[in-house]
């Protein structure tokens, strides 16, 4: 039972323009989300991260949405950039971040110059 | 300040074969969790260890265990090795038994089991 989904394996974004990843959960306990990036040969890196008692975070050029009745989440980042190609990890926990991490399985965003 | 490392690299097992993987915390760091990445998959959790005892197991059954160690470093050993077992093993070190953002992952150890 995948309870984080990435329906999206791969998107393919113009540099400058907005890339957009998204991300449903069905577990009701989950009040904590985490967007990980992956290059290849590393581990994956912590992004940024949002608080179910919000619906919104910014940093930087990367802004987090989120939906909590339709139980969706969203990666924004504007505007993109070549670095920004990788595979990007949609994350939930319950008890706001203390218990385990439940992954997605990932989205590959490429940045095409 | 030293990152996460992990050893080996890359490992190649045959079918019922043990093997053990190594991972050496962050400076600073008392916890370790560990995780499976198979192919096309996110990772997966396996089991949490904070200052030396297993706190917290995902679904996964006992021929996975785990070490921590006075240092914080931590062993993942598996027992029996079956096929679907070929994946990343990621290991993400922390202060304090907590997910999140306070997690950081070392490079992993790609096993391939035959």
């Known amino acids: 039972d995948q309870q984080v989904k990435q329906n999206s394996p791969s998107l393919s974004v113009q540099e400058g323009r907005i890339s957009i990843l998204n991300c449903d959960y069905t577990n009701s306990m989950f009040d904590y989300f985490l967007w990980y990036k992956k290059y290849p040969a590393e581990g994956p890196t912590f992004l940024i991260s949002?608080?179910?008692?919000?619906d919104k975070n910014e940093d930087g050029r990367f802004t987090v949405f989120l939906n909590k009745s339709a139980k969706h989440l969203s990666l924004h980042i504007v505007p993109s950039q070549p670095g920004d190609s990788a595979v990007y990890f949609c994350?939930?926990?319950?008890?706001?971040?203390?218990?385990?991490?439940?992954f997605g399985t990932g989205t590959r965003l490429t940045i095409i110059p | 300040e030293t990152g996460v490392t992990q050893s080996p690299t890359h490992l190649i097992k045959t079918r019922g074969q043990q093997v053990t993987l190594r991972c050496s915390s962050q400076s600073g760091h008392n916890t370790v969790s560990w995780y499976q990445q198979a192919l096309g998959q996110g990772p997966q959790f396996i089991f949490q260890y904070y200052r030396e005892e297993e706190n917290g197991r995902g679904n996964f059954p006992p021929r996975f265990s785990g070490l921590q160690f006075p240092n914080y470093s931590s062993e993942l050993n598996v027992n029996a090795l079956e096929l679907d077992d070929s994946a990343l093993y990621l290991c993400a070190s922390s202060f304090g038994a907590a997910g999140g953002e306070t997690q950081y992952f070392g490079p992993g150890t790609r096993l391939l089991v035959l």
């Open positions: 994350a939930a926990s319950a008890n706001f971040g203390n218990e385990k991490l439940t």
């Open positions: 949002i608080s179910s008692i919000k």
